[in-house]
């Protein structure tokens, strides 16, 4: 499946109701909306923002070439240009929010108000009936990385059609594997997803997520690992030893990062990571042999 790139949007706050549930592959979906309606917790950007105001006069964000000067979490105020929201709508729920809050240069909690403010602004007749392919493909970009609510505002769907739509996906999830083309957003996704959001995002059972997950050596971040066992508490990932980095500086150069990945028993992530600390490169041969398999990757997409 190849997930758009494109930023729909619009909206209907109130709760789910009904407490239906959609069960497939011992995946049982909830509905959302009471749930975040009462906590409005955010999967990718921590606690609920306070509400945006205007404040001191800020440069272009970091996207345009500019840097700007981060502000202090403690202000609440923070002036929006156009350039700002420009970026904000276009990444919005596609980056992870603490990541697209650097580039603008606000909190991610500020960043999070003013995606409310902006959405919760547009008066949308609420859409009913059938799903299109654009709201379904809308629907499955943000899911995991905006809450349930917010994503009604952004495609136009109440919370309830949102619901039963993540129920009657989780009764039809696919049990075969993922084809191969999908692997590249599969990959980019993996970090900072639920593996149940995985599952109805790329339509499959949430054992075939975390069998290909094994398979291409793939781990969560970090940041989202700390969000998901709570504030204060740390992941801790495995010290490399003095035998590992030996064996990492030798097979580096001449073999690919999920191979050395298999090898060391870690994730593509770990590997790509401490390479980069110890300054480890390519040799020529591997770097050709990269560049034909994604050139072969592109035209297989």
């Known amino acids: 499946m190849r997930l758009p790139t494109e930023n729909p949007q619009s909206f209907d706050s109130a709760p789910a109701e009904t407490q239906a549930t959609g069960t497939s592959g011992g995946m049982t979906v909830q509905p959302r909306g009471k749930e975040l309606a009462a906590s409005q917790r955010s999967p990718s950007a921590g606690p609920a923002a306070a509400p945006a105001a205007g ?22 105020a923070y002036h929006w ?12 729920g596609e980056k992870d929010h603490r990541v697209l809050a650097r580039e603008i240069g606000c909190t991610p909690e500020q960043l999070h108000a003013e995606a409310r403010r902006i959405y919760g602004a547009r008066q949308t007749e609420l859409r009913s009936g059938p799903w299109s392919p654009d709201e379904l493909n809308a629907l499955k970009r943000y899911l995991g990385a905006v809450e349930t609510d917010l994503i009604a505002r952004m495609i136009g769907r109440s919370v309830e059609s949102i619901d039963a739509k ?93 191979d050395i990945a298999k090898e060391l028993g870690r994730s593509v992530k ?31 997409r």
């Open 270 to 300: 770990s590997i790509v990571s401490k390479a980069h600390s110890l300054r480890l490169k390519k040799d020529k041969a591997r770097l050709r042999k990269m560049g034909q398999e994604n050139v072969q990757l592109r035209h297989d």
């Open 166 to 258: 993540l129920v009657e996906l989780a009764a039809n999830l696919k049990d075969e594997e993922l084809e191969t083309r999908a692997h590249v957003d599969f990959k980019r996704l993996y970090g900072t997803r639920a593996d149940e959001d995985l599952a109805l995002i790329f339509d499959r059972q949430v054992g075939i997520v975390r069998a290909l997950a094994a398979e291409l050596c793939l781990s969560k971040d970090k940041g989202f690992m700390r969000r998901k066992a709570g504030k204060g508490n740390r992941t801790k990932m495995p010290r490399w030893s003095a035998e590992e980095l030996d064996q990492l500086r030798e097979i580096y150069p001449k073999l690919s990062n999920l």
């Open 55 to 76: 404040g001191p006069a800020a440069g272009s964000h970091a996207g345009s070439g500019a840097t700007r000067e981060q502000p202090a979490s403690s202000d609440p």
């Open 81 to 92: 240009s156009s350039a700002d929201t420009e970026h904000l709508l276009e990444n919005f």
